[in-house]
């Protein structure tokens, strides 16, 4: 058998132990929380399509800017890329969540055909200059016409399933190539409702067809737990708690969830996430509004002041093992 095995390697064939094998697990970027690293496995595949879809201002494009800015802090030899097609992403508000502005590249696709070129274009660079890899953000999928859309009046017909032809070409093409390149592809997209949907299915679906669902690695939806107030008798929302449940997972286990909490003035609340798991793993003892570590009391604000974001992770890490 080892010399078939090796007239067969010299004809395109490699053995599934090599480490040249495309589908390898080539590592990860991290998310910027632990607990999503966690129910991710590890973080977001690098060379991999992720996928991050909910209804609207749930924290789609703040976890990509949070992507980014984890990335930068990895490494400066990682290239990061925006691709603002909704011309939402306000580089002001990147900056003040802590993105280095200056070492992100930004392009704003027309449609899915100049998006596929901007793609080419990067995988090229990274190729050339043998870049270590990096994160191209697409904020989002559902802004991008096809030029066939773009060349038409508003008055004439339209033709649904050309945009998805076409997004299944370009994912074909592109799977490849990003993978060699370790260049994670991270894609919102924006929930709709399925129409055809009956009590039996589900009512949720995304634009452009199916064939993001089928080469994409890693989903991950967003759906809202709670607004979060001050206090009880404040009358202003200043966050939210979401409910992150990998629905696809090619990289570990899928299914998985975590609760996360979004504060509008400063991004992802890691402290606050990381008290409430370590909260509801008993980690701290409560009576009432105080709080029990190690014989000595404290106040919720307390804790989230004393220990920092750091400390509060390296116990939920613990607590994770």
């Not at 632990?34 to 399509?49: K, M, Q, V």
């Not at 949070?66 to 306000?90: F, G, H, M, N, R």
């Not at 995304?206 to 994409?216: D, E, N, P, R, V």
Request: net charge neutral; aromatic share 8%; charged share 30%.
């Amino acid at each position: 058998m080892d010399d078939i095995y090796s007239e067969l390697k010299s004809n395109g064939f490699s053995l599934f132990s090599d480490e040249d094998i495309g589908g390898k697990i080539k590592g990860f970027f991290s998310s910027g929380n632990i607990l999503l690293d966690h129910i991710l496995g590890g973080g977001y595949g690098r060379g991999r399509i992720v996928n991050i879809y909910s209804n609207p201002s749930l924290g789609k494009s703040l976890l990509c800017v949070e992507a980014v800015k984890a990335l930068q802090k990895l490494d400066k030899e990682y290239i990061a890329i925006i691709d603002d097609p909704e011309t939402s992403l306000d580089p002001t508000r990147a900056e003040s969540l802590g993105v280095d502005i200056n070492r992100v590249l930004y392009t704003r696709s027309n449609s899915v055909e100049e998006f596929f070129n901007h793609i080419q274009a990067i995988i090229g660079t990274i190729k050339e200059h043998k870049i270590k890899g990096g994160i191209y953000v697409l904020d989002s999928l559902d802004a991008l016409s096809t030029n066939a859309e773009l060349e038409r009046k508003i008055t004439d017909g339209t033709y649904g399933s050309d945009k998805a032809r076409k997004l299944s070409e370009i994912f074909r093409r592109i799977a490849r190539d990003i993978s060699d390149c370790e260049l994670t592809l991270l894609i919102v997209s924006q929930v709709r409702e399925n129409i055809a949907a009956t009590f039996m299915t589900n009512k949720e679906t995304i634009s452009g067809g199916k064939a993001l669902q089928f080469y994409c690695s890693q989903r991950l939806s967003l759906k809202l737990k709670q607004k979060i107030k001050e206090s009880t008798t404040d009358t202003d929302i200043n966050g939210l708690e979401i409910i992150a449940e990998v629905t696809k997972n090619k990289l570990a286990n899928p299914f998985q969830k975590a609760e996360i909490n979004i504060n509008f003035l400063k991004g992802l609340d890691n402290e606050l996430t990381y008290f409430n798991f370590l909260i509801e793993h008993k980690k701290f003892r409560q009576a009432g509004g105080w709080y029990y570590i190690e014989d000595k009391n404290y106040r919720k604000n307390e804790i989230l002041t004393n220990l920092g974001v750091d400390k509060l992770g390296e116990m939920v890490k613990e607590c994770l093992k």
